[in-house]
């Protein structure tokens, strides 16, 4: 669980689809995401695929599938 906190703080947050608003608070609060440089989230940017593993990983980490 990552929490029920899905408060977004990134400066763009205007820019996040509303159906994504939620997960992504959620996944920033729990620690798993920190968005980009100017505390941005950049939501029409691709993730590259080192940014994507760093999410997977914390995220398993968070469910303790993995330590």
Request: net charge negative.
């Amino acid at each position: 669980n990552i929490g029920d906190n899905t408060e977004i703080l990134f400066s763009d947050a205007d820019s996040i689809s509303e159906y994504a608003k939620s997960p992504i608070g959620a996944m920033y609060n729990g620690g798993i995401i920190s968005g980009m440089e100017n505390n941005r989230f950049c939501p029409q940017e691709k993730a590259t695929r080192a940014q994507a593993c760093e999410i997977i990983y914390k995220a398993l980490r968070k469910a303790e599938v993995i330590k």
